[in-house]
């Protein structure tokens, strides 16, 4: 296990160390008044170096041709006017957002509204120091002060640890801002997170397994020096105050960090620009105190460098367009994370990696502790959006927005598998969006060992294909080193398949993944046996879909080839019409995101939806400057989730010279909406490139979902209906108006929401195996009983149904009128001599004949004594005078025999056969027809050692109605179908039984 030191200031220990002003330098506070926020596009490096010499205030991270934002005084205008083709003045007095900045609101409580306004870092009642001290001491148990280190001109960089152990082992997170000094909004984010987790522990469950498993070191302000200049003396001062050798000052302490420090791409060696890295990596002391810190702290997981502004969520790498080795574990913990600050105001950040999505920086600090310290390492960049005239200086009523919409996601950070699990559990080939009925499903598991080791063996899944049903344990199978294999039988079109694992750490804990499983999150897939095109639009004619810009329905033009750039095609993939951007030509520079949106489509009841759609894209890289690449992106937003879903996103430069297939899976915001809308997106370009491109050309679009068109009766999906799922459909019968059991929707044939007689009509009617028994074509079956008293009399009755050694069961079929034939069959033993023939001759050969002379005691009736008995009314009278008795216990009938008389020990259902059934056999038969005899049937049927008595299931002959044939068969199981169900034997005849005010 990971030991780590911790550096505590116990209790409130607070160290001020005076600001040095600006005089020391010789230099007065610095005014904006009259200085105007303009936006100035240039074309040259000439252009770029003339701007720089100007001294206006470049507020852009990356500097480069193109589009800038600069700050200007009036005679510096009038310069930047001369150099850029364009000019556009986004506010005419920055003076005036920084007054209204500072403004203090009306507080009630210093402590209480500490977020209606922006504070200095030191300075007694009010600054961030005194607010991160008072925390302390209203939470002593849970926060203390932590001294990661001290600034260049000795100021300490003070941060809060919050905890529910004084001293532990759990896992860390570093989230600290003021990186920048003119970032003002980052400097809250900490504090605000601090108070939610110290005033929400008490009360708030999550909260409080958040603050007692995952140490946090929240540090406010991280380049302190510049953070109190900009107070001091310069608003929009974004260094350290390192004394550059040629007079200038700053170094940007994240261009300082080692990894990938030293590029000019992303970086600068000139000591006057915003990004200049220093003269080594970690030359600053602010740099190596954070750096040391982690270094102390190898428990760390997870960092947050928090800056503004442009709404963006940043990733590694940053000094290289590659994409980071765990690039997936960034995306699925990063578009979570977008969707949780979308999802309190609404906002729209973009999420990537540092790169591609917004610049080059070297040596920024998320890339060095990815890749020094394996630290999941993000950036964020907080409001407001990109192009908003406030940039750096936010309005102080933006605090709490801001960091409301922030907190659900620097929590999940928090709570992420890779900052908590001790084994994380990973899955190299994806897991089963989509299984196919009747396939065996293969997951691979990867356990990656974080801090604890695996106990080896103990890898498990847990999976059920039903919510009512229990879990199955089943173990992984090692195949190699970390990789493991889990296996799901397969199952059919119902099932809803659910599944989680867990496996045991070396410190005895089970570690279970997701973590809340299984009463709480596990993960799901869907049974698709196929896909169906649901939506289909090939551009023929034009649908009408919203067009911005230039983006418009109609052929193409073949326009613009360019050197690095295939020309537009002249027709579409099918057809000559497409939707394209732009049909006539490249797409301009410096180009904002420009869409074409479609109508809404509807998604009810769809699952795994995809889009396909053929392409013709041409997007350019920025091969000479090391700008940004130009941007290409679908996005997908649904009535209930407002945000659009950036679905796929171009990854440098696509140039197609034939049309493309395209297949994105958009389930994630699709599944189940009722209105989806689509938006294919071009832009934003840069200017920094001297590239061309044509842009986006699309035809035949089509959303497909998944589909489970699964046979009705084929439970194990081999495409047959058979023995195998006859033997799964007897455990589904319920009857009728009975609830579904879990997987037995297959056998629902007529879709009421039961398993009932008409199902096994059904049934019957598809099967397809072997042997198909005559009375298959007797499945048909009527409704119930409307009278469930005379239904319970209209019954079988037995003597002794538990099926003892001699006992003779003796079943009557009541009828209702005097001279109906009333008998139907004996159910009782095989004769102990064997087999006879008709005449009642011993053949001395094994025989179930349970008809044979032991019934009566003269062997005038050893053949089959039809007639023996009739009903009259509520009679039972035997024919000639005949005497009938049972062997074992001497039972005489006599004429007349009542019903009541033969109740001995109990009336009994015929086809009762066994009770419940257990892991030793059956109990005796309770008083009805149920599914356990049921499945003594089949036990019977197979010829299984464990099966009741055959002939006590002997019903029927070879079609309902006739007598006994002595083997169990699908004659006799309607009837105990018929039995469950509260039906009579012969549904033909309505008055076949007893009256109502028989005993």
């Given at each position: 296990m990971l030991r780590k030191a911790v550096r505590l200031i116990p209790g409130v220990l607070i160290c001020s160390v005076m600001g040095i002003p600006a005089s020391a330098w010789g230099e007065q506070p610095r005014s904006y008044e009259d200085h105007k926020l303009v936006r100035v596009e240039l074309q040259t490096q000439e252009d770029l170096d003339t701007l720089e010499k100007t001294g206006a205030i470049i507020l852009n991270?990356?500097?480069?041709?193109?589009?800038?934002?600069?700050?200007?005084?009036?005679?510096?205008?009038?310069?930047?006017?001369?150099?850029?083709?364009?000019?556009?003045?986004?506010?005419?007095?920055?003076?005036?957002?920084?007054?209204?900045?500072?403004?203090?609101?009306?507080?009630?409580?210093?402590?209480?509204?500490?977020?209606?306004?922006?504070?200095?870092?030191?300075?007694?009642?009010?600054?961030?120091?005194?607010?991160?001290?008072?925390?302390?001491?209203?939470y002593p148990d849970l926060a203390s002060m932590v001294n990661v280190g001290q600034t260049l001109l000795g100021r300490p960089i003070w941060g809060l640890r919050i905890n529910g152990d004084a001293i532990s082992d759990e896992p860390a997170v570093v989230y600290f801002g003021g990186q920048h000094a003119r970032e003002w909004i980052t400097t809250t984010v900490p504090t605000y997170l601090a108070t939610h987790l110290l005033q929400a522990y008490s009360w708030q469950q999550t909260t409080k397994d958040l603050v007692d498993n995952v140490e946090f070191f929240l540090i406010p302000v991280f380049n302190v020096d510049g953070y109190e200049r900009t107070w001091d003396f310069d608003r929009l001062w974004r260094k350290n105050l390192r004394q550059n050798s040629d007079g200038t000052l700053g170094v940007d302490l994240n261009r300082n960090w080692g990894t990938g420090w030293g590029l000019d791409i992303g970086s600068s060696s000139d000591p006057s620009s915003e990004i200049y890295r220093g003269t080594a990596k970690f030359s600053e002391p602010e740099t190596q105190a954070l750096r040391d810190f982690f270094i102390d702290h190898p428990n760390v997981r997870a960092q947050l460098d928090i800056h503004s502004y442009s709404q963006l969520i940043l990733w590694p790498w940053g000094y290289k367009p590659d994409l980071p080795l765990h690039q997936d574990i960034?995306?699925?913990?990063?578009?979570?994370?977008?969707?949780?600050?979308?999802?309190?105001?609404?906002?729209?950040?973009?999420?990537?990696?540092?790169?591609?999505?917004?610049?080059?920086?070297?040596?920024?600090?998320?890339?060095?502790?990815?890749?020094?310290?394996?630290?999941?390492?993000?950036?964020?960049?907080?409001?407001?959006?990109?192009?908003?005239?406030?940039?750096?200086?936010?309005?102080?009523?933006?605090?709490?927005?801001n960091?409301?919409?922030?907190?659900?996601?620097?929590?999940?950070?928090?709570?992420?598998?890779?900052?908590?699990?001790?084994?994380r559990f990973a899955f190299p080939e994806g897991q089963p969006q989509v299984i196919t009925p009747?396939?065996?499903?293969?997951?691979?598991?990867k356990l990656v060992e974080q801090f604890e080791d695996v106990v080896p063996g103990t890898g498990r899944m847990y999976y059920r294909y039903h919510p009512e049903t229990a879990f199955i344990e089943t173990a992984l199978t090692s195949i190699?080193?970390?990789?493991?294999?889990?296996?799901?039988?397969?199952?059919?079109?119902?099932?809803?398949?659910?599944?989680?694992?867990?496996?045991?750490?070396?410190?005895?804990?089970?570690?279970?993944?997701p973590r809340t499983a299984p009463t709480g999150e596990t993960y799901t897939s869907t049974m698709c046996s196929g896909n169906v095109t649901f939506f289909s639009e090939d551009l023929s004619t034009d649908p009408g879909w919203t067009c911005e810009g230039d983006w418009e329905w109609g052929q193409p033009t073949g326009c613009c080839p360019y050197s690095y750039s295939s020309p537009d095609p002249t027709a579409g993939y099918t057809g000559l019409n497409v939707y394209g951007y732009n049909l006539d030509g490249w797409y301009p520079k410096a180009l904002p995101e420009t869409n074409l949106t479609s109508h809404a489509i509807d998604c009810t009841g769809r699952s795994g939806v995809h889009l396909t759609f053929w392409r013709w894209l041409g997007v350019r890289g920025d091969f000479?400057?090391?700008?940004?690449?130009?941007?290409?992106?679908?996005?997908?937003?649904?009535?209930?989730t407002p945000a659009w879903?950036?679905?796929?996103?171009?990854?440098?430069?696509?140039?197609?010279?034939?049309?493309?297939?395209?297949?994105?899976?958009?389930?994630?915001?699709?599944?189940?909406?009722?209105?989806?809308?689509?938006?294919?997106?071009?832009?934003?370009?840069?200017?920094?490139?001297?590239?061309?491109?044509?842009?986006?050309?699309?035809?035949?679009?089509?959303?497909?979902?998944?589909?489970?068109?699964?046979?009705?009766?084929?439970c194990n999906a081999d495409g047959d209906v058979d023995e195998t799922d006859f033997a799964e459909f007897l455990p589904c019968y319920s009857g009728f108006d009975a609830p579904l059991a879990p997987l037995c929707a297959i056998f629902d044939f007529d879709e009421d929401g039961d398993v009932d007689c008409i199902d096994w009509g059904g049934f019957c009617q598809v099967w397809t195996g072997s042997g198909d028994p005559p009375e298959f074509t007797t499945c048909d079956c009527a409704a119930p009983l409307s009278e469930p008293e005379a239904v319970r009399k209209n019954r079988y009755i037995s003597f002794n149904p538990n099926n003892a050694d001699v006992t003779v069961a003796l079943q009557v079929e009541m009828t209702d009128g005097p001279g109906d034939t009333g008998i139907v069959g004996w159910v009782g033993e095989p004769y102990d001599g064997g087999c006879m023939t008709d005449q009642g001759t011993p053949t001395g050969l094994p025989c179930s004949n349970d008809l044979i002379a032991r019934v009566v005691s003269d062997p005038v009736f050893r053949t089959w004594p039809e007639g023996l008995l009739h009903v009259s009314g509520c009679e039972i009278v035997p024919v000639a005078g005949y005497a009938i008795r049972a062997t074992s216990d001497m039972v005489v009938f006599s004429d007349p025999l009542m019903l009541g008389t033969i109740h001995k020990p109990g009336e009994k259902h015929h086809g009762d056969v066994v009770g419940i059934a257990t892991d030793t056999g059956f109990t005796p038969p309770q008083g009805v027809v149920n599914v356990t005899d049921i499945q003594a049937h089949l036990l019977v049927a197979a010829g299984a050692p464990n099966a009741p008595h055959r002939t006590w299931t002997d019903v029927h002959g070879l079609g309902i109605g006739?007598?006994?044939?002595?083997?169990?068969?699908?004659?006799?199981?309607?009837?105990?179908?018929?039995?469950?169900?509260g039906r009579t034997y012969l549904e033909s005849n309505p008055e076949n039984r007893v009256p109502a005010d028989c005993p």
């Open positions: 991270c990356h500097i480069g041709v193109g589009p800038l934002d600069v700050v200007v005084s009036p005679q510096q205008l009038i310069e930047v006017s001369q150099i850029g083709r364009k000019v556009s003045v986004l506010h005419d007095n920055i003076q005036e957002l920084i007054d209204r900045e500072r403004k203090p609101r009306l507080r009630a409580d210093v402590f209480d509204d500490f977020f209606l306004d922006y504070h200095p870092y030191d300075g007694g009642e009010g600054s961030i120091i005194w607010y991160m001290s008072e925390l302390v001491s209203r960034y995306e699925e913990v990063g578009t979570a994370m977008q969707q949780l600050i979308h999802g309190v105001h609404g906002q729209t950040y973009t999420a990537g990696p540092g790169y591609t999505t917004i610049y080059p920086v070297s040596g920024g600090s998320l890339d060095w502790t990815y890749a020094a310290r394996n630290i999941l390492s993000y950036a964020f960049e907080c409001r407001p959006p990109e192009a908003n005239p406030a940039g750096f200086v936010l309005p102080p009523d933006q605090i709490i927005p960091n409301q919409e922030l907190l659900p996601a620097i929590r999940h950070l928090a709570n992420s598998d890779w900052v908590r699990a001790p084994i009747g396939v065996e499903t293969t997951i691979e598991v190699g080193g970390q990789i493991y294999q889990a296996v799901m039988p397969p199952t059919n079109c119902t099932a809803m398949p659910e599944y989680y694992f867990t496996v045991q750490a070396s410190d005895g804990t089970t570690i279970t993944n000479l400057y090391g700008g940004p690449d130009d941007q290409a992106a679908i996005r997908v937003k649904t009535s209930s879903t950036t679905v796929w996103h171009n990854r440098g430069a696509v140039y197609d010279d034939d049309w493309e297939f395209q297949d994105i899976d958009i389930s994630t915001p699709a599944d189940g909406q009722p209105e989806v809308l689509l938006r294919w997106v071009m832009g934003e370009s840069n200017y920094y490139t001297l590239s061309q491109a044509c842009g986006w050309n699309i035809d035949d679009i089509e959303l497909y979902s998944a589909t489970c068109d699964g046979i009705t009766g084929d006739s007598p006994p044939n002595f083997i169990a068969n699908v004659s006799d199981l309607q009837q105990l179908l018929f039995g469950n169900e």
